[in-house]
């Protein structure tokens, strides 16, 4: 099997490390196609108006200088002229990516991207929200939940979103497969000030969002200690609403 990994963390964060050491358990053919530098919050963007570098960091692993949907394409237009990859993985990020935040996500971006391209794909998201940088759960659990997906089979144009809890591997209570869940709408603080030469500017923060914990979300799954995993598909249209919105045109 052939394996692209890659992130929105950018090619030396620690979680695509971890990541290639539990992809190296399914396979001996894995390759990285990163962004160079941290593109968090980057979602579904690609880059048109400069151009886009890619760079050799060792044996099968590159850097792309633009955002995750970038390396993703990059990799599968250059990288794979023989042979695409089976399977696309993105993380494991540094941070849940969970509910509706999923639609600002590079992580989740990423997958989507090889999804399109027909090429099943799962993306990983590790929970920290004291703010250190720990992987214990996904360091634990995370080959035996990429062994299961990676022998399932999945629908064209489909991904895999999961989210480890932030707690020690031994403390993780299961998986739960789950549906996507939706914040209460709060995108955190907006700090505004001026630069050295007197010109304002304005900078988003970050701060946990209050929502409600509905029964059989990936929140709750989450909050609960399991492990949440949730099929996305790349389909956004609302089908139910399709007739009744048709009748308003109808002559």
């Known amino acids: 099997m052939r394996i692209l990994l890659t992130n929105d963390d950018g090619i030396h964060a620690p979680g695509l490390h971890l990541l290639e050491k539990l992809a190296a358990s399914l396979s001996d053919d894995v390759w ?17 108006h400069m151009p886009v570098r890619l760079r050799e960091h060792g044996h099968q692993r590159f850097a792309v200088t633009g955002t995750p949907t970038d390396a993703v394409n990059l990799a599968l237009r250059k990288l794979f002229a023989d042979r695409k990859p089976d399977l696309v993985i993105s993380g494991i990020n540094a941070g849940e990516n969970l509910a509706d935040d999923i639609t600002y996500s ?61 707690v020690a591997a031994d403390a993780v209570k299961g998986v739960r497969v789950v549906r996507q869940g939706f914040h209460d709408y709060d995108r955190g603080s907006l700090i505004e000030s001026l630069d050295p030469r007197g010109r304002p500017y304005f900078w988003f923060g970050l701060q946990d969002a209050e929502h409600t914990l509905d029964h059989g979300t990936d929140l709750e799954a989450v ?22 919105l048709a009748a308003r045109f109808a002559p």
């Open 223 to 244: 909050e609960d200690g399991y492990i949440s995993v949730t099929p996305l598909h790349v389909d956004l249209t609302h089908y139910s609403a399709m007739d009744a």
């Open 32 to 48: 990285v196609c990163a962004p160079a530098e941290e593109q968090s919050g980057a979602g579904h963007s690609l880059t048109l």
């Open 106 to 166: 590079g992580t989740i971006s990423a997958a989507m991207e090889g999804a399109l391209a027909g090429i099943p794909a799962i993306a990983l998201s590790q929970t920290m929200r004291d703010g250190e940088r720990d992987y214990a759960a996904a360091a634990g659990w995370g080959e035996r939940v990429l062994r299961v997906l990676a022998g399932t089979a999945m629908a064209r144009r489909t991904l895999v979103n999961v989210n480890f809890p932030d």
